[in-house]
């Protein structure tokens, strides 16, 4: 709800965002990453109340053992994760996601970005199951083995992201806000709808109000349409 608002707010809607509790979120205080969420804080510039912290790294466990994921070349041929052979085979699958270009030709050495099934990407670069396992759900993070049989774009993009970003933060690809999920919701209530405590520039700006501890006991009616709201006898 609070991100929902900020982004009606934010496109000049006017909004009261009534909460019944006395903190931010209601029961998705604390939240499951959504589909473009990461646009979401941009677009509101929500995180200038919000501090993030770099994730060490991803690790998958193995044997009784823990092992940090390779996601560069470099990375795959020191990697414990794999035999000799193997780390060449993957550094060169890695190879090959970090210079794909789906507009480009020569990038695709054989593979049909739209046909060849990701399957058939692993086949070619005689890429062994654990690979496959910790390069599907650890690099392209899938949570179930479906995209095999998919068309392999995506799920290249989604290495190649992964990858990617590593060369904007250097350890990881992950940013964590600093005092947990429950940051995220606080952040946009704060910046779209201005807390009465908040800079009156805000305010000004996106003309929104947050309201906590205001249970909604009515919604008033007039010809089909909603015109107000009642709480606690006003």
Known sequence: ECILSGIMSVNGKKVLHMDRNSYYGGESASITPLE???????????TRYLDFKVIEGSFVYKGGRIYKVPSTETEALSS???GLFEKRRFKKFLGFVANFDENDPKTMEGVDPKKTTMQEVYKKFDLG????DFTGHALALYRTDDYLSQPCLETLNRIKLYSGSLARYGKSPYLYPLYGLGELPQGFARCEFALRFELDRLSAIYGGTYMLNKPIE???M???RIVGVKSEGE
């Open 218 to 220: 009515e919604l008033v």
């Open 80 to 82: 414990s994760l794999m």
């Open 222 to 224: 007039e010809n089909g």
């Open 129 to 132: 199951q654990d690979v496959v």
């Open 36 to 46: 473009d969420l990461v646009k979401m804080l941009l677009f509101t510039e929500v």
